[in-house]
Nanobody, 121 residues
């Protein structure tokens, strides 16, 4: 069973930086592609960034390209999101998402409880 715990969120001023972490357990982390998604107040889920199982390939949403960097440490079963030059529009609950290589419709995927990021003066 996929279990994910996000941490590292908080209050930061515009232009500031944060590093989010996602601790994974209950599955073989190194076999799963991973993503960060977020939900701003009153909005739906928005995909932010993804990384393949080995960490050698990443993809970012246009809204965060050049500012956010996704990475992973498979030895520590941990996913990261380094966020720089934060903007008020980055304010959201950030979720870690695990893409299972097993199954056909995401039935074995999982996500965590989320961590709040607030960018405000």
């Amino acid at each position: 069973e996929v279990q994910l715990v996000e941490s590292g969120g908080g209050l930061v001023q515009p232009g500031g930086s944060l590093r989010l972490s996602c601790a994974a357990s209950g599955f073989t982390f190194s076999k799963y592609a991973m993503s960060w998604v977020r939900q701003a107040p009153g909005k739906g889920l928005e995909w932010v960034s993804s990384i393949n199982s080995g960490g050698g390939s990443t993809s970012d949403a246009d809204s965060v390209k050049g500012r956010f960097t996704i990475s992973r440490d498979n030895a520590k079963n941990t996913l990261y999101l380094h966020m720089n030059t934060l903007k008020p529009e980055d304010t959201a609950v950030y979720y870690c998402y695990a893409h299972s290589p097993y199954g056909t419709r995401g039935e074995n995927d999982g996500w965590g409880q989320g961590t709040q990021v607030t960018v405000s003066s």
